[in-house]
């Protein structure tokens, strides 16, 4: 009877524990820049988002002239999508060693509708950043954030560029207990010419 009991507790302990843990405040929980990617800790694939841009086109001629576009993500999952965080980005994909991003040599800014004007995002020397929004995205639920850029003719054109820029999406997940980050973006591709 007591070796009954004594089990009784232990289960009952070993029930409660998962949902003290859960119930940690949630200043304790990573920001998504914190946690490595799903991708990393096994999820296959992503399906949350359904992105899209409008008005990027195939080409772009170097100089002062700005290139507007819009960027859409929409929430395509069941769940609320907690953590959530938008950022966008300006650049190239390298594939070979000597070659040059575009990022540097280029300008981005969203509008910012609470203060009806264009804000510039540089990070490092590079044309991205963080754009303020939504901290949670419901199902079904969509973000549209206009951007515009434009590239200087400072650009070396001794190579070619596979160019692009978007909106990515980014939310705290979990995948077999584990904590991780999802991402989704919304982007389109350019190539950049003389005038």
Not at 142 to 158: A, G
């Amino acid at each position: 009877m007591k070796l009954r009991r004594a089990l009784s507790a232990t289960a009952a302990t070993a029930a409660l524990l998962p949902v003290a843990m859960a119930a940690a405040p949630a200043s304790q929980a990573a920001s998504a820049a914190d946690l490595p990617t799903c991708s990393d800790v096994g999820q296959p694939h992503n399906n949350t988002f359904v992105g899209r841009s409008f008005g990027i086109p195939k080409s772009i001629t170097l100089g002062t002239h700005w290139t507007p576009y819009t960027a859409t993500l929409t929430n395509a999952s069941a769940k609320e999508l907690k953590s959530f965080e938008l950022s966008a980005k300006l650049g190239s994909y390298v594939y070979n060693e000597g070659e040059r991003d575009l990022s540097p040599y280029g300008d981005l800014q969203y509008w910012d509708t609470s203060q009806r004007a264009w804000k510039t995002l540089r990070q490092g020397g590079n044309a991205r950043g963080t754009i303020p929004g939504p901290k949670t995205l419901k199902p079904r639920e969509s973000v549209h954030v206009q951007l515009r850029f434009r590239v200087s003719k400072e650009l070396p054109m001794d190579q070619t560029y596979d160019a692009f820029t978007g909106l990515t999406g980014a939310f705290v997940d979990s995948y077999h207990g584990t904590d991780c980050t999802s991402r989704g973006d919304a982007v389109g591709s350019f190539s950049p010419r003389k005038g």
